[in-house]
T-cell receptor, first 114, second 109 residues
Framework: DAGVTQSPTHLIKTRGQQVTLRCSPI?????VSWYQQVLGQGPQFIFQ???????GRGNFPDRFSARQFPNYSSELNVNALLLGDSALYLC?????????????FGPGTRLTVL | DQQVKQNSPSLSVQEGRISILNCDYT??????FLWYKKYPAEGPTFLIS?????DKNEDGRFTVFLNKSAKHLSLHIVPSQPGDSAVYFC????????FGKGTRLSVIA
């Protein structure tokens, strides 16, 4: 069975640019979450979507936005990139409702902002 | 303010010995905890979890202990194997997941 997939694997952008990251959840999973992992830190929650609706948002600026599509895949958009946005962006899915505990993570997209 | 703390950034253990990874949390309302393992260039992989109604959960070589009064949990790996070398994250299971900073475990053959 395919796990959570993310694209692209790596990305290099310059300050001020915009980026879109993509995620496909495990088949049958309706909840998708996004996390940012900066070097030396644990993953930090950005967004959760369930049944195409935003169900949670972490402490991130409005430059970060996301959406979930009818097929439950998701995109994370980041506008006006800053150097500090350089991180590993992880997508996670789970089969249950938004309160389901275990998350299944994809391999991540490594974003470098120059 | 960190809600989940892993105070040891790294741990080195001989193959065959016990590895003990520690985690502290601040909110007594947290009632479910998970451990994730992460290899380089991969996403975190679920390892084991524990509910606050238990004080111990075992899965093969992995055991998690929960001390609610101390707001402390630990992951024991016995015996440790070189393939266990990875970064281990403790997380609360209350949505959304809140992670500690991780502990890098190195198992030396």
């Amino acid at each position: 069975d395919a796990g959570v997939t993310q694209s692209p694997t790596h990305l290099i952008k310059t300050r001020g640019q915009q980026v879109t990251l993509r995620c496909s959840p495990i088949s049958g999973h309706k909840s998708v979450s996004w996390y940012q992992q900066v070097l030396g830190q644990g993953p930090q929650f950005i967004f959760q979507y369930y049944e195409k609706e935003e169900r949670g948002r972490g402490n991130f600026p409005d430059r970060f936005s996301a959406r979930q599509f009818p097929n439950y895949s998701s995109e994370l958009n980041v506008n006006a990139l800053l150097l500090g946005d350089s991180a590993l962006y992880l997508c996670a899915s789970n089969p249950g409702g938004p309160s389901y505990n275990e998350q299944f993570f994809g391999p991540g997209t490594r974003l470098t902002v120059l | 303010d960190q809600q989940v703390k892993q105070n040891s950034p790294s741990l080195s253990v001989q193959e065959g010995r016990i590895s003990i990874l520690n985690c502290d949390y601040t909110n007594s309302m947290f009632d479910y905890f998970l451990w994730y393992k992460k290899y380089p260039a991969e996403g975190p992989t679920f390892l084991i979890s524990i509910s606050s109604i238990k004080d111990k959960n075992e899965d093969g070589r992995f055991t998690v202990f929960l001390n609610k009064s101390a707001k402390h949990l630990s992951l024991h790996i016995v015996p440790s194997q070189p393939g266990d070398s990875a970064v281990y994250f403790c997380a609360t299971g209350n949505t959304p997941l809140v992670f500690g900073k991780g502990t890098r475990l190195s198992v030396i053959a």
